[in-house]
């Protein structure tokens, strides 16, 4: 849950066409993944969890890469 208020606090900056990928990827890796993990060393990571995770920092990536042309459609 924190980690998706910590990316609702930025997305205006993940979706913003002005910033490049690179810099919306450091700002994944700086301000929302510190978020996610805080706390890690403690968890008991489940199967679960970790794909709960998983399924977390996709959809972060896709929303930085935004849609992709495959077949001549476009998959988010």
Do not use: D, H
């Not at 930025?10 to 810099?23: F, K």
């Not at 060393?41 to 495959?70: D, Q």
Request: with cysteine; hydrophobic share 40%; net charge positive.
């Amino acid at each position: 849950m924190m980690g998706n208020k910590a990316y609702y606090a930025n997305r205006q900056l993940v979706n913003s066409i002005l910033i490049s990928r690179n810099s919306k990827l450091q700002i994944y890796r700086a301000l929302v993944r510190p978020v996610v993990t805080c706390g890690s060393e403690s968890w008991t990571l489940t199967m679960e969890k970790e794909r709960a995770l998983a399924v977390f920092e996709r959809k972060i990536l896709r929303k930085i890469y935004g849609p992709v042309k495959e077949n001549k459609l476009w998959i988010i």
